[in-house]
């Protein structure tokens, strides 16, 4: 094959691979996917579980109403055990968007800490407080911050681009790494969740790219793929809306 040949051989195939990266990026964010609440009202045991499922009195942890779940809001007495509501379904490829906003009270064990709550997907094993699973944190002024739980490991890309390993399958078995930048307002929040199965995740809050890590394997270096997806409860109040998800595949 002449030089000619090669340089137009190779100017096809690269036209083919940009066109493949960008259908599959049209796809990812097709707007003609449809969208759904995962934790629907009414559906307890059906479309998702709640940890711990017994409490004192008969209280709630979480309210959930239309699209809108109150955490602690009914809450009775100055201390709340820690808890979260989990989808029955496992998720692989998925966009997840919600908006949260704090209230006023805290609770012990967390009365003088920072709000806290979260997101967390690809869960594994048994739904407790906290489980095998990969978290977008969302914390006062910490929101997007990424924590690897109790066996997987991922590549996170740290703020200056370079990478770093995160296992938490050895001695420590919770790693954090830390957001970009702090885009939290007072109010309402909103934040996004890219998930393309073991290949990788982005966090954004408020529209802003925050947190990107690669290659998801679990303690046995299989490639994580999927996994149940929880909101957490850990002691303040607060209000998450507008809760939707879209699966990509």
């Known amino acids: 094959?002449?030089?000619?040949?090669?340089?137009?051989?190779?100017?096809?195939?690269?036209?083919?691979?940009?066109?493949?990266?960008?259908?599959?990026?049209?796809?990812?964010?097709?707007?003609?996917?449809?969208?759904?609440?995962?934790?629907?009202?009414?559906?307890?045991?059906?479309?998702?579980?709640?940890?711990?499922?017994?409490?004192p009195d008969h209280q709630k942890l979480f309210?959930?109403?239309?699209?809108?779940?109150k955490v602690l809001y009914d809450w009775k007495g100055d201390e709340a055990p820690?808890?979260?509501?989990?989808?029955?379904?496992?998720?692989?490829?998925?966009?997840?968007?919600?908006?949260?906003?704090w209230g006023k009270r805290k609770f012990a064990p967390r009365?003088?800490?920072?709000?806290?709550?979260?997101?967390?997907?690809?869960?594994?094993?048994?739904k407790v407080i906290w489980p095998t699973c990969l978290e977008c944190q969302i914390q006062e002024g910490d929101t997007g911050d990424l924590w690897v739980i109790k066996g997987p490991k991922v590549k996170w890309f740290q703020k200056d681009?370079?990478?770093?390993?995160?296992?938490?399958?050895?001695?420590?078995?919770?790693?954090e790494g830390d957001k970009y930048g702090n885009y939290e307002v007072d109010g309402w929040n909103k934040v996004?969740?890219?998930?393309?199965?073991?290949?990788?995740?982005?966090?954004?809050?408020?529209?802003?790219?925050?947190?990107?890590?690669?290659?998801?394997?679990?303690?046995?270096d299989h490639p994580l793929e999927k996994g149940n997806i929880a909101l957490q409860a850990e002691g303040s109040e607060i209000i998450y809306r507008n809760i939707r998800i879209q699966e990509l595949n």
Not at 63 to 69: A, D, L, P, S, Y
Request: hydrophobic share 35%.
């Open 82 to 101: 820690f808890g979260m509501i989990t989808s029955i379904r496992e998720y692989s490829h998925f966009n997840l968007e919600l908006e949260y906003k």
């Open 1 to 55: 094959m002449n030089t000619k040949r090669i340089s137009i051989f190779t100017s096809i195939l690269c036209l083919c691979v940009s066109f493949s990266a960008t259908a599959q990026e049209s796809l990812q964010n097709d707007s003609s996917v449809k969208w759904i609440n995962p934790f629907p009202q009414n559906e307890l045991g059906i479309s998702y579980t709640i940890t711990p499922n017994v409490l």
């Open 111 to 126: 009365q003088d800490a920072k709000r806290d709550a979260g997101i967390v997907f690809h869960v594994q094993g048994e």
């Open 63 to 69: 309210e959930v109403k239309k699209n809108k779940i």
């Open 161 to 175: 681009g370079s990478e770093k390993l995160l296992d938490s399958s050895g001695k420590k078995t919770y790693l």
């Open 192 to 220: 996004r969740v890219e998930v393309r199965g073991s290949q990788s995740a982005r966090f954004f809050e408020n529209g802003h790219l925050v947190n990107e890590l690669r290659d998801f394997l679990d303690a046995e």
